[in-house]
């Protein structure tokens, strides 16, 4: 047997809290039970099945984004809630019943590195779909994998503009006096891959402009199209090297190079370590991550078993705060029931993180203090009290408090949660403890 | 003397939650005026996604304006020196230009010469050549420096969340609306205990409930959404609040217009109605006589393409514009040394080159305004920024 605490610790950084069977079955072996979950993960589990598959999500958005007939609001509105109670409750589902949470965590980490949001016109129709088809089956393979199908996807073609990007000497470019738009081509070196700091130009920008273009994903046609009409003919040098004209191949090449580059490693590596380890983690911890990345080829199952083989995962727990995603999956989890539903939704818009729907292409922060401002901790306060209400009545806060965060949980804490006057109180503090409120 | 006239408030700022509790019992006006700061106030708004500049105060004039900005440029906008035009949207502060209240600001920007957002909001909030001398936020320091010469006081982030600008060591407020229920006082008090041994737990709740403190009074449905002009209004509130903070700033997205940036309407008319709504709804809030202290700022991180985009937008650029606005603004003039926008004057071929750095509307803010003390400003706020001067004659 393991020590008791390194079960709960397992459960609150790599998962989401226990859910009914979880610390059962990580007592024995935290870190076997993490890695085991890479291959028991099903890449749609059954709480997925409610999500529409792309081809479905483009049909809506068609009507969404329909210029004749144009859509009433009323139309508008329709699809929007039921994209949100069939897609965004899937998912969230899907994380409070999963068997396997580190798979949901990392699911969530993926979603948001390769950030879509529905901060943008139709993105809430495709948000589901892109979980359901890039990133769940993704996450299976190579970093270059799961890059292409999400570069490919709809909901990021559509998010980051590349769909209306037109090469300015193609044949639709000349014709329509239509031009480039950078947007996906850098937020893809900036963000998904190299990171800011790996040395390209603004001329690589634009040149990883021209090579995406003609990738589209136009609504009717339900998936991706390449349009060669649209694509910028002509060799283009990018970082160092020419990418030589080859149509829709370039774009593969230019992913190629992009999952492959060092820097590439390095950027995901530290990600990866700032989500998993500290806000600032160390430099050991990352150099290891980047090498595994390197001698696997990116493969993402073999560097998810390396994020629970670094010591320094295990050695500071609740370092990291619990971002409100998985304050409301955690309850859920703990509570045993079936999970989420529309008031969820609202609660996450309330407390600073409105599901699919971060305000920037950076998708949301990663450290304690992004998400202990004072109003966010507010927030969490009138959240906790909320759910006092609603759950006190029927679960006991000292035993929830207890099951929840077990031989981390201190005795002031309990005594402050011990000395609440009413059963809904006791409840309220237990989910406002450190010990809940951080991971 | 300096030193022993400024302690009480250094004791009321290290003294925290439970000595500014007992300050409420004076008047706002009292305990500012035993400092040599004043009440003078400041608003930052931060503009994230990067304003188009050249679409907010319109060089109508230049000779290169509209072959540039073809689809979205405009026949004509609201005069400003017969140069320059504000862009239709703005109508709401149009006339305080007239009234002196108002000042923008073109060619300007950061040291930042990439074209992340991300890193070019972090540079400009921290208020350096480029990230890495220190982790904490321009106004952060400010408020430290101040604490140290006296003058200390509290800024407030109004919002979710506190932007990196305010990061750091000094402690902050935030408050943003919500439309749950507010917590129960006992449990506001068995809460405390739980984030006693927590030093970011403990700083986040003592933030959180002297704004709740100072917000009380305005939880009407009407300020529970989180419209620009509702944040703005509320700064206001706390502006003028009792042993209220002097500092608010405010986060503003949006602004980035790869598509659809339209012309008269469109994207960025949207925005900018919102930000002229958001600076009217703070006058108002603040009243008049506060209004005559107080400096409002607007920046952004960059500025965007010259020339239209292929998609009816505009790319990152480098330059951009800003505003100044309030009753302590010498304003009714456009400051900038216009660079043109001629082939040769873009700079890297593509983007209105900046001829002037931010950091000094920053430095004279503080300095003219807010009288932080110029050695504080230069070491301490600004460190890396000895050839940037503050510019001179912005405020009364």
Known sequence: ?439 | MTRSFSLPRRRLLIGGAAALAGATTLSSNLVLAATPGGDQRLVLFVLRGAMDGLGAVIPLQDPAYQGLRTSIALEQGLPLDGFFSLHPAMAPIHGWYKEGVLLPVHAVASPYRERSHFDGQDVLELGLNAKGLTRDGWLSRTLVTMASEGTGDKAISVGVGVPLVLRGKAKVLSWAPSSMQAPADSLMDRAARLYMADAQLHSAFDGAVQAQAMAGGFDDAELRNRELKTLAEAAGHFLTAESGPRIAVISNDGWDTHVGQGGETGRLAKQLEGLSNAFVALRASLGEDAWKKTVVLAVTEFGRTAAVNGTGGTDHGTASAAFLAGGAVKGGRVLADWPGLGDAALYEDRDLAPTRDVRSLFKAALGDHLRVSRRGIEEKIFPDAGSVKAENGLFI
């Not at chain 1, 396997?100 to 950030?115: A, I, K, Q």
């Not at chain 1, 910028?232 to 970082?239: C, L, Q, S």
């Not at chain 1, 000292?398 to 006057?421: M, N």
Request: charged residues 25%.
């Open chain 1, 1 to 439: 047997m393991a020590d008791p605490s390194l079960a709960f610790h397992a459960v609150r950084r790599f998962g989401t809290g226990p859910g009914t069977r979880d610390l059962s079955n990580a007592a024995q072996d935290p870190r076997g039970w993490l890695k085991a979950q890479i291959h028991a993960g099903a890449a749609l589990p059954d709480a997925t099945k409610p999500m529409a598959p792309t081809n479905e999500a483009m049909a809506d958005a068609a009507i969404y984004t329909a210029n004749d007939p144009r859509p009433s609001d009323d139309t508008k509105r329709t699809l929007r809630e039921a994209a949100k109670r069939r897609d965004y409750l899937a998912s969230l589902r899907a994380a409070s019943t999963s068997q396997t949470p580190y798979m949901e965590r990392l699911v969530r980490f993926w979603t948001n590195h390769f950030c879509v949001s529905d901060a943008r016109n139709a993105v809430v129709l495709l948000a589901g779909a892109y979980e359901r088809d890039a990133i769940r089956p993704g996450m299976e393979g190579t970093f270059r994998q799961l890059l292409g199908r999400v570069v490919r996807h709809p909901a990021m073609l559509q998010y980051l503009d590349n769909d209306s990007s037109t090469g300015p000497n193609s044949k639709a470019g000349l014709k329509n006096h239509k031009g480039l738009n950078e947007n996906l081509g850098r937020e893809l070196m900036e963000l998904h891959t190299l990171g800011v700091n790996a040395g390209y130009t603004q001329a690589d920008v634009t040149n990883a402009a021209r090579i995406l273009t003609g990738w589209t994903a136009p609504f009717k046609q339900g998936e991706f199209r390449y349009a060669d009409n649209r694509h910028e003919p002509g060799d283009k040098p990018w970082f160092g090297t020419t990418i030589r004209s080859g149509g829709e191949k370039e774009g593969e090449e230019l992913l190629d190079r992009l999952a492959e580059h060092p820097a590439t490693a390095r950027h995901i590596a530290t990600k990866l370590a700032t989500h998993f380890v500290a806000d600032t983690p160390p430099q050991a911890a990352i150099d290891r991550l980047a090498k595994v990345y390197q001698q696997s080829g990116g493969d993402l199952p073999t560097l998810h078993k390396a994020i629970v083989d670094l010591d320094e995962a295990w050695a500071n727990p609740l370092a990291k705060a619990t971002q409100p995603v998985d304050l409301v999956v955690g309850l859920h989890r703990a509570l045993g029931d079936d999970g989420a539903d529309e008031k969820d939704l609202s609660f996450l818009s309330q407390l600073g993180q409105p599901y699919w729907g971060a305000p920037a292409p950076t998708g949301w922060p990663d450290t304690t203090a992004d998400w202990f401002a004072p109003d966010a901790l507010l927030r969490r306060i009138e959240w906790a009290q909320r759910m006092g209400n609603q759950y006190g009545g029927k679960i006991d806060g000292r035993d929830f408090a207890q099951s929840t965060a077990g031989p981390l949980l201190t005795e002031a804490h309990f005594g402050v949660i011990r000395s609440a006057t009413s059963a809904r109180e006791t409840f309220t503090l237990a989910l406002l403890t450190p010990e809940f409120q951080r991971r």
